[in-house]
């Protein structure tokens, strides 16, 4: 099991027109290569008057599972760029369905190319990227009077606040790496003079959202595929 991973932070679709062609480009977290065709086979479905539904998927902790599909198009032309620039981003777990409306406009090779490539790096960029670390979750439980002052320093720390529960007292939960445990409760300790009572939970992935992507193909203009 990975420790941390970086995928898309939702799923969802964008859309974007070349040379009179609609390009959509839907994307979802799928964790099984069953889990991706079937994944694929609702996007045909849904868009089955569309000239081409173009995938590509990465499953596996090392990515393991890597396919790329042109579904009509000329080979290497779709499904590989598509997967390419999933690949640049260093994704695990993604895949990628761009649908294609043709607008009676040929692109030739390297127009499809940059096509599907920047249908996918636009969509990338709209959507956004997140790390996901696997961390222990730990609550730090103090007065209402007090919560000011920790929700104020955890806002600023390098620690993830993932949810802020309210009953008769507050607690913060916050991912921890595991190694990170005892050094952040002593932290909080300190900082709260003793006043905080702290809840252990499990293990799990908490997500960091990614400032942007590094798909540069996503600021291609139209002029690019002439």
């Known amino acids: 099991m990975l420790t941390s991973y970086k ?7 964008t859309e974007i027109v070349i040379k009179g062609s609609c390009f959509i ?10 889990e991706a065709k079937e994944f694929i086979q609702a996007i045909k479905k849904d868009h089955w008057k569309a000239t081409h539904n173009c995938s590509a998927y990465l499953i596996g902790d090392q990515n393991e599972i890597q396919r790329a599909h042109d579904d009509g198009e000329p080979s290497g032309t779709a499904g590989v760029p598509m997967l390419e620039v999933l690949k640049k981003n260093g994704l695990h777990y993604v895949a990628a369905v761009v649908t294609r409306y043709f607008g009676g406009t040929k692109l030739g090779a ?10 996918v790096s636009t969509a990338l960029n ?7 670390s696997l961390q222990r979750k730990v609550g730090s439980i103090v007065s209402y009077a007090a919560s000011g002052k920790l929700e104020n ?7 993830t606040l993932v949810d ?13 790496p595991e190694e990170e445990v005892a050094a952040f409760q002593g932290e909080i300790t300190n900082i709260m003079n ?11 992935y908490v997500e960091k959202r990614l400032a942007r992507t590094d798909a540069d193909d996503a600021t291609l203009d139209d002029e690019d595929f002439e």
Not at 126 to 132: D, H, N, Q, Y
Request: glycine share 12%; hydrophobic share 30%.
């Open 7 to 13: 995928t898309i932070a939702h799923d969802g679709n």
């Open 153 to 159: 320093y955890l806002q600023q720390s390098k620690y």
């Open 110 to 119: 390297g127009g499809l190319i940059r096509a599907y490539s920047k249908s």
């Open 194 to 204: 003793g006043r905080v009572v702290f809840e252990v939970g499990e293990q799990g």
């Open 164 to 176: 802020t529960q309210y009953t008769d007292q507050v607690c913060f939960v916050c991912g921890i």
């Open 25 to 34: 480009c839907t994307l979802k977290r799928v964790y099984s290569e069953d």
């Open 126 to 132: 709209e959507i956004g990227l997140v790390e996901r």
